[in-house]
């Protein structure tokens, strides 16, 4: 098993330290989950936690070998995870689309994911949970990873500042194309991310905040790890599904918002074009929230500042986050 120091700098091949049984503070879990104590990051893997040094996986695991595997990225708040069973089906939906079979119940999966939040003492925080194809050998067929590998980590996640999301960000467009759905579907959330790796390089090297990703046909898909809306005359659009955005939760909550706002909001193929001359533009995912973006390709997006649709959004948002979502803590 290949292990990492604190730093995350890859170690020497020794095995795996043993572990010491514990019961969980809810007493919750349907099967006996046993830990590795220490100052650091309790991290879950296939029923146990070790400390973020000792945390390993087999360096012959298809999900670091191939990128074989799903994962999902989810938000807790105020002592309280927000939309973690939308996140579960679309994490099973994944599975299903790459017959990956997860080797634990929905039931199971939430008290594991809800105990490494308690383990690490967490009220607020950013929960990565990870479903990998498992150990198999260097070939590349899947047939011989015998058991999936989960992995659970607890912790906190900041992609922009506290300004940013007041005066917005810039994006750009990238000549990375977005992967077509008939070649690998956005809609399956898999740990190869290497499309949108390809385009947030673009966005670095050309100074922007993020990336806009087109798909083959020239219309706008999403960004490397956001989904974009813009406003028009005081309705909101939104690239379809099929355009090769990614089923987003925080996009979803958009939709239920918009609703309960009375504000119209439309799945339609948009162009760089109706980026360039929207009155407002925002982005949304679950690490990123709802930021608004205030230029795009150097061009200024309505006045160059957040507009009042997005800070309704924004503001909403907020609101829905510290007042729902599943307990931790009983």
Not at 179 to 204: D, F, H, Q
Not at 293 to 304: E, W
Request: charged share 20%; proline share 5%.
């Amino acid at each position: 098993m290949l292990t990492k120091d604190a730093e995350g700098t890859a170690g020497a091949l020794v095995d795996s330290p043993a572990p010491l049984e514990t019961t969980t503070p809810a007493g919750k879990l349907s099967r006996k989950i046993t830990a590795v104590h220490s100052k650091q990051l309790q991290i879950y893997i296939d029923g146990k936690f070790y400390s973020e040094a000792d945390a390993k996986i087999s360096v012959f695991d298809h999900g670091l070998l191939y990128g074989d595997g799903i994962f999902e990225g989810i938000r807790f708040y105020n002592g309280r995870v927000f939309r973690l069973e939308e996140h579960l089906e679309r994490l099973w939906d994944s599975a299903r689309s790459i017959c990956l079979e997860i080797p634990m119940s929905m039931n199971e999966m939430t008290e594991a994911l809800l105990e490494t939040i308690r383990q690490n003492e967490l009220r607020d925080g950013y929960i990565r949970l990870l479903v990998t194809r498992g150990i198999g050998n260097l070939g590349l067929n899947p047939a011989q990873c015998k058991r999936p590998s989960v992995i659970i980590i607890a912790s906190t996640i900041a992609l922009y500042s506290p300004e940013i999301y007041q005066k917005g960000l810039t994006v750009v467009t990238c000549a990375t194309r977005r992967t077509s759905p008939g070649a690998l579907n956005p809609a399956v959330k898999s740990l190869n991310y290497l499309n949108n790796v390809m385009a947030r390089i673009e966005a670095n090297l050309a100074g922007a905040d993020e990336a806009l990703m087109l798909n083959d046909a020239g219309h706008v898909a999403e960004c490397t790890a956001d989904n974009i809306f813009v406003v028009k005359r005081g309705q909101i659009f939104t690239p379809p599904i099929a355009a090769g955005a990614l089923r987003g939760i925080t996009r979803l909550v958009v939709f239920e918002m918009a609703a309960e706002l009375g504000i119209k909001i439309t799945e339609a193929d948009i162009t760089r074009h109706d980026v360039f001359i929207a009155d407002e533009c925002f982005l949304t995912g679950t690490a990123a929230e709802i930021i608004p973006v205030v230029k795009a390709d150097g061009r200024l997006i309505g006045n160059g500042k957040p507009g009042p649709i997005s800070a309704r959004m924004i503001a909403r948002f907020r609101q829905l986050t510290r007042e729902t979502g599943r307990p931790i803590y009983n």
